[in-house]
């Protein structure tokens, strides 16, 4: 399942899709944290507060553009 995690930094807040199996909104926080780190994002020292953690099933059908809308185009 794909999830929108959204940390606040205090002053900023980010936004991070991530797919996991885990279904606890703690460990699937701690998957996007993980993710970051390991792609080297560069996370502060501050572990971010999780603001909201909400599952994206659309992200998991077909992520595939079939048609750009009026304002996009396809390169």
Known sequence: MTY???FDYGNIE???WVQTAETDV???AQVAIDELISRDFGL???IPTV???A???EWDEDETV???CSNCTLV
Request: some cysteine; hydrophobic content about 35%.
């Open 4 to 6: 929108r995690v959204i």
């Open 14 to 16: 980010v936004s991070v």
């Open 26 to 28: 703690q460990q699937i």
């Open 44 to 46: 502060g020292p501050e």
């Open 51 to 53: 603001v909201d953690v």
């Open 55 to 57: 599952p994206c099933p």
């Open 66 to 68: 079939g048609e750009p």
